[in-house]
T-cell receptor, first 113, second 111 residues
Framework: GDSVTQTEGQVTVSESKSLIINCTYSATSIAYPNLFWYVRYPGEGLQLLLKVITAGQKGSSRGFEATYNKETTSFHLQKASVQESDSAVYYCALSDVGYKLTFGTGTSLLVDP | DMKVTQMPRYLIKRMGENVLLECGQDMSHETMYWYRQDPGLGLQLIYISYDVDSNSEGDIPKGYRVSRKKREHFSLILDSAKTNQTSVYFC??????????FGPGTRLTVL
C-alpha cells in the first residue's frame, strides 16, 4: 500500500533560523500521487498548509515551501526563517485517485525564541 | 465560518461500555471521515462517508461503526469499547480530494 515517511519525530530550531522537515513517499496505486503538508497547532485540528498535485512543481504558503520531486520521491518542507508561532506538528500526506489520505507520523517543531 | 466540530473533546469510558463520538460540519461537504491517531503513528482512516447513508470502510474499521443520517453530522460508534481503542479520534470533511477540514479531535480513554 501507500506510505509516507517522516524521519524526524521532533525538531528544535532557533527563531529566525532555517528549517527543513523531511518527507519521502511510496505510492503503489498511482505513479504521481497528490502531495500535501498539513499542520496542527495546539488545541486545533489539522489544517492544510500546502499541496502540490503535479510532479515537479513547488507549493508555497505562509513562507513555507515544498517541491514535489518524483526522482527521489520526496516532498521536504522548508522555511528560510522560522518564527515562534510556527511551533506545531507538521504532517506530510499523499492521496491517490480517491479521497483517502495516507499520513506520515508527524514532526513536532519547537521554535526557541 | 468553515468549521468542523467534535463532541466530546475528552471522554473516559470503562471497557465494555458503548461510546458515541459526534462530528458536525457547516460547509455542506458531501464527504466526511473518521481517523484515529496513536503515538508514533500517522492518522489512520477508520471510515469514509460519501454522503447520507453511503459509508465505506477505511483501513481499520474493525470494532467501529458509523452513522450518517444528515449531511452535516457523522457519528462514530464503539459497541463495547476495548482498551486498545484508547486513542485520539479526528473527524474531517471535504468538498474535493484536494483538501480536508479537520475537527480538533476527541481524546478517548478506555479503562
Amino acid at each position: 500500500g501507500d506510505s509516507v515517511t517522516q524521519t524526524e519525530g521532533q525538531v528544535t530550531v532557533s527563531e529566525s533560523k532555517s528549517l527543513i522537515i523531511n518527507c519521502t513517499y511510496s505510492a503503489t496505486s498511482i505513479a504521481y500521487p497528490n502531495l500535501f503538508w498539513y499542520v496542527r497547532y495546539p488545541g486545533e485540528g489539522l489544517q492544510l498548509l500546502l499541496k502540490v498535485i503535479t510532479a515537479g512543481q513547488k507549493g508555497s504558503s505562509r513562507g513555507f515551501e515544498a517541491t514535489y520531486n518524483k526522482e527521489t520521491t520526496s516532498f521536504h518542507l522548508q522555511k528560510a526563517s522560522v518564527q515562534e508561532s510556527d511551533s506545531a506538528v507538521y504532517y506530510c500526506a499523499l492521496s491517490d485517485v480517491g479521497y483517502k489520505l495516507t499520513f506520515g507520523t508527524g514532526t513536532s517543531l519547537l521554535v526557541d525564541p | 465560518d468553515m468549521k468542523v466540530t467534535q463532541m466530546p473533546r475528552y471522554l473516559i469510558k470503562r471497557m465494555g461500555e458503548n461510546v458515541l463520538l459526534e462530528c458536525g460540519q457547516d460547509m455542506s461537504h458531501e464527504t466526511m471521515y473518521w481517523y484515529r491517531q496513536d503515538p508514533g503513528l500517522g492518522l489512520q482512516l477508520i471510515y469514509i462517508s460519501y454522503d447520507v447513508d453511503s459509508n465505506s470502510e477505511g483501513d481499520i474499521p474493525k470494532g467501529y461503526r458509523v452513522s450518517r443520517k444528515k449531511r452535516e453530522h457523522f457519528s462514530l460508534i464503539l459497541d463495547s469499547a476495548k482498551t486498545n481503542q484508547t486513542s485520539v479520534y479526528f473527524c474531517a470533511s471535504s468538498l474535493s480530494r484536494y483538501e480536508q477540514y479537520f475537527g480538533p479531535g476527541t481524546r478517548l480513554t478506555v479503562l
